[in-house]
């Protein structure tokens, strides 16, 4: 006992001793940033990153270009100057200097910078993440900068300037921010746009927008439209796997991708660009920074966007759309940390055309009695405006407030608190393909969302412990309503008609997740993060469509003869999943106010697609998690991890949980991530210059997955599935000289469902055809392929800055995009199948010509998206046949089994004129 007594104080005594050489090893950095011909420069911003706790500390070079850090512990550190206009300057110093001198000279870089991105980042915002910090994370994390950014043109959204990332397929029925996508990014979608079919992974990827969440918690969702913008986003940054308990949200079960948008600056400017491109696209963005004054730097920036959409009715019918934002920041530095406060407004919406066959089956356009499919009335054409119009909005408003507090040298505290009121309203005026009492919608679902997240952070002698948390609250109204004025119903007054299919129920979504996790670092070269995160969710449901719809009274309507005829007051019926489905009804289990049976089929019966019967659920989880990386070398890193998350299922729309599904089979879905890869990073490899470049293999395991699908004409189908994600991601940049740059993301994925039932969730129907699931009427898809996720991915884009005495007078931008073969979806099933789309590859030119002045510049830009003029679809699905079934000529019989699409963009040619001072 004395022998471990004697033994545990020595080890003790050798830590402490350890920590009291370690702090008294404190030394001093100093040194000067300066150009090639030695003049100082002033206003750049000076980084230095202890490798051994991966914590940095920022400076500002003063007049003279000086800057110095004192109380630095003997560890191997990283300093890095950055400064607009510069090449970043980046040395290593080594552990033993107990005072080291930096000189640090900066060459002027040579290829133009973003019209957005210009000056110098304050360090206390949010900076364009550098190749060493990527080299620091224990995970995969994907940059996109500006000048990959724009592969996606001038007037791409937010979900365009996804595409380049390794993995990502993005597809929907635009081409500009006004429109809404579907992103998927190794099989896990987020978004929607308006597709019929069902997707495997929905809301399972997180979106933040300058760290904050914009995931709905409720319905999992991003509307991609509140991003319509480009020009006012700095970098996208994506981290692949829900990654670290501190750094992770309720979505992120497959990553996570951040879009910061523009950050205060060191100094001040002021850009603006005017671009102007085919189908009447127009769009305005102004950028404005205050610089540093007194502590405070503010940033506020915003832009206009409208046009047509590339796809035409043969009445002209453009399908126009338009979109807003704006943003602000302000940033106040003082010694012990720093606050920000930050807003956001966007408003997107355009009319929405709707999928097209892709060959003749027979389908008539009914106003010119053309056979519509993208084979005879045109590849991009669309239904006229009588037969088929509906405009489609998207809005958003957030607010938030960040403090980050340094409690002394080697601990701090961070508070984020945020509020967003997220908006969408759908109205379609006409509509040939469902006739009757459900002709016209008027959708305006609603989330109004608080939160707060917390977190401390303690430097110790051998690791690095953070512990923290955050809370959610969200109230959420799925608010709907199909109606026919004929029937009495009313958009505008909120009237249900006879027949009329409606929803009006709160949700409240609370999360609660408490985490901990403690980077060990026994040497610089290695860091075990085990972690853990505690996760609560809580959903309350009400329906109270009765009070927030009016009903209307007996009206009356002239008949095709003139004849004024009376119409029923319509019948209220609801469906509640709690009530017994007994008698007659059995196949129509609908009810009344007091729980008896009634027919929905008579005409005058309307349909409640919430619940009168209110309940509460809760779920709990505990996810842990441990990632490692080792760097045997300052260039080269290894790591892995393996993350266990478990989200809350969406809710809302047409069924789904607490409304067609039993709330008692509220089943939290568990994703189980792995991964393992390695970067490498070199500042002057022969060749290849500055470059970095890294490859992963991940695999993904995620269960009780809810798949709702909602069809085109609003009928929601509940679905569940089991499914293996698996595939590597690869990525490479590099700048050979400074006037040079070129970059490779790659992906080549896999993935299927080991189940997929349909009739409802695998809670109620069981991950097997048992003879329960059969009985609750359930059908068995199992070991079929996750409909689209791309074979492979493939971005590539190549700049080259032409020169004349040293100046830059031309830039030739060229991208390439290739998305594989994938695996479709049958709405004749309601399951995915083996049929598959074709892959295609599009080419974009683009070609800059800077005019620069001593403290300003114009730049003139000329971007030709899609250059050979490509045919494509991107994205398809095998049709039941009912969408387009009010087309099919009378006496015959509807088609079924063919592929309805939408096409992607073709080629068009846009001008930018960006001026910067």
Known sequence: ?????????????????????????????????????????????????????????????????????????????????????????????????????????????????????????????????????????????????????????????????????????VFGYGETGSSKYSIILNGLQQGWAGEATGFTGTGSLGITYDGIPVVDPATGLWQSATMPQNLVIQDVAATYGPGEPMNRWYSDVGGRVEFTPIQPTVEPHVSTAVTDGPYGTQNFALVGNTGVFKGWSTVAGGGLGRGDSFREAPDGFGNPGKN???????????????????????????????????????????????????????????????????????????????????????ASFRNTTWYTHIRRFHRRNADALSQGAQVDEWNNPHSNIFGDEAGYTQVLPWNTVDIGGYLLHEVYN?????????????????????????????????????????????????????????????????????????????????????????????????????????????????????????????????????SLCGAHESRSAVSPSIDVSVTPREWFTLYGDYDVT??????????????????????????????FGGKVHFTHAPGLGNFIAGVDYYHLNYDNQEIDVETATGVELTSGGNTTYHGVDAFFNSNPRSNINFFVNFAGEASNYNTFVTGGTIAECGASSNAAGLAAGCAYYNNLPVSYTPDATLNAGFYYGIQHHNHEILEPRFFLQTTGSQHLWSNLTGAPVTQTMPAFTTANLSFI?????????????????????????????????????????????????????????????????????
């Open 646 to 675: 478990e989200r809350s299922p969406e809710f809302g729309g047409g069924g789904g949980l607490f409304q067609k599904v039993n709330p008692t089979y509220y089943i939290l879905s568990k994703g189980s991530y792995g991964q």
């Open 324 to 410: 807003g934002s704006v943003y602000g920041k302000s940033l106040k530095t003082f010694s012990a940390g720093s606050v920000a406060m930050g807003v956001l407004y966007s408003d997107a919406g355009g009319y929405r055309p709707t999928v097209i066959p892709t060959t003749d089956v027979g389908l008539i356009d009914p106003i010119n009695g053309q056979h519509f499919s993208e084979a005879t009335t045109g590849f991009y054409s669309s239904l006229p405006y009588a037969a088929y119009n509906k405009y489609d909005t998207n809005a958003m408003f957030m607010t938030y407030g960040r403090e980050h507090l340094f409690l002394g040298p080697k």
């Open 849 to 917: 010509a800077p005019i620069q002045f001593e403290k300003q510049s114009f730049h003139l830009q000329l971007d030709i998206m899609n250059l050979a003029n490509s045919q494509y679809n991107e994205f398809e699905y095998v049709s039941s046949g009912g969408y387009f079934a009010s087309l099919t000529p009378a006496g015959q019989t509807t088609p079924t089994g063919y592929i309805n699409a939408y096409p992607g963009a073709p080629r068009a040619v846009y001008g930018t004129v960006s001026y910067q001072f």
């Open 478 to 610: 799925p608010h709907n309503l199909f109606y026919n004025p004929a029937d009495g119903g009313s958009g505008a007054l909120q009237i249900v008609g006879q027949g009329s299919k409606f929803r009006s129920g709160y949700f409240q979504q609370d999360d609660v997740t408490f985490y901990a996790q403690d980077d060990i670092h026994p040497i610089p070269q290695i860091h075990i993060i085990p972690g853990v995160a505690v996760n609560g969710f809580s959903t309350s449901y009400s329906d109270q469509a009765a009070r927030d719809f009016t009903f209307a009274s007996s009206t009356y309507f002239k008949d095709v003869n003139g004849t004024a005829v009376a119409s029923p007051s319509p019948v209220y019926a609801t469906h509640c999943a709690l009530y017994p489905q007994t008698g007659s009804n059995t196949t129509d289990p609908y009810y009344d106010v007091w729980g008896n049976p009634v027919q929905t089929s008579d005409g005058s019966t309307t349909t409640d697609q919430g």
């Open 1 to 169: 006992m004395r022998r471990i007594v004697f033994a545990f104080s020595l080890i003790c005594c050798s830590l402490l001793a350890s920590a009291v050489c370690r702090a008294q090893s404190a030394g001093r950095i100093a040194g000067q940033a300066a150009d090639a011909s030695g003049a100082a420069i002033p206003n750049a911003v000076v980084n230095l990153t202890d490798l051994t706790t991966n914590t940095t500390r920022h400076t500002t070079t003063g007049p003279d270009g000086h800057f110095v850090f004192t109380d630095v512990p003997s560890h191997p550190m990283l300093i890095t100057v950055v400064k607009s206009g510069f090449e970043s300057f980046n040395e290593q110093i080594s552990p033993s200097a107990q005072s080291a001198a930096v000189t640090a000279t900066m060459k002027v870089a040579a290829l133009s910078q973003s019209v957005t991105v210009q000056g110098t980042v304050n360090p206390e915002a949010s900076p364009v993440p550098s190749r060493d910090d990527v080299m620091m994370k224990p995970n995969t994390l994907v940059v996109l900068d500006r000048k990959m950014l724009d592969t996606g043109g001038p007037v791409a959204g937010g979900a365009q300037m996804i595409q380049s990332l390794p993995g990502a397929n």
